[in-house]
């Protein structure tokens, strides 16, 4: 693809999927990480972020949100500081990134929000792996969705990925060589894999796809 029109912002770019999303698009690419000192989870500081870049460098082109821990547990053995540590870290988060940057995204009528859930949470069945976590991420989908109606006359596309077993440093070893038989395709995904379907989001090519929820899984059988 050309270059993006605008500035990148990635949610959660310093480590796993985030940061080959920032790799691949350089210096386009603005990451944000509470280690770099902007917490997604706390609304006043994204509003801080989101000031200094709209005055360095306008409005940003694509939101990519990659925040998000995981926790493998039943449901019934998920004590309350844990289902509320998940749905902060990955539902609060991007509804404070949306509420802070998508205006300025609207107003500019042009731009692409990427949120990312897992594979598997747009379907209807239940979950034994990490209930609690894909119960956050099904909720994320069903944010993007609405947000989709929302700002698709200002000219936005929101869309979300869903990735299945994805290799990378940071990746839940021990669950994905677990549940590595239930994948046809014989191996782990690659992060270039997940970064091709960012790349097409953001492209041209995919200007007319909004609302939508996009798997990367290899055909994995939850």
């Keep these: 693809m050309t270059r993006p029109p605008g500035p990148v912002l990635v949610l959660g770019g310093g480590q796993g999927i985030g940061a080959a999303v920032a790799a691949a698009f350089g210096d386009d690419a603005v990451v944000w990480t509470r280690r770099g000192g902007v917490d997604a989870a706390d609304p ?41 540590h998940l749905f902060t870290s990955n539902v609060d988060t ?10 300025a995204m609207a107003a500019a009528r042009r731009g692409r929000v990427v949120l990312f859930a897992a594979a598997g949470v747009d379907k209807d069945r239940g979950m034994l792996r990490a209930p ?77 796809v909004t609302g939508q929820v996009l798997t990367i899984d290899g055909g994995l059988q939850a």
């Design 94 to 103: 991007a509804f404070h990134a949306v509420q802070a940057v998508v205006p």
């Design 132 to 208: 609690a976590y894909f119960a956050a991420k099904a909720a994320l989908v069903q944010l993007a969705r609405s947000l989709a109606l929302e700002v698709a006359s200002a000219g936005l596309t929101v869309n979300v990925i869903a990735p299945g077993l994805i290799d990378h440093p940071h990746s839940h070893r021990a669950s994905q060589a677990r549940m590595l038989p239930r994948v046809p395709a014989g191996r782990l995904g690659h992060v270039d894999d997940v970064v091709a379907m960012v790349r097409y989001l953001l492209s041209d090519a995919g200007a007319y």
């Design 44 to 84: 006043a500081a994204l509003r801080r972020a989101t000031s200094a870049l709209l005055a360095a460098r306008g409005a940003p082109y694509a939101l990519v949100h990659t925040v998000g821990d995981f926790a493998e547990q039943p449901l019934l053995g998920t004590d309350l500081p844990t289902w509320r």
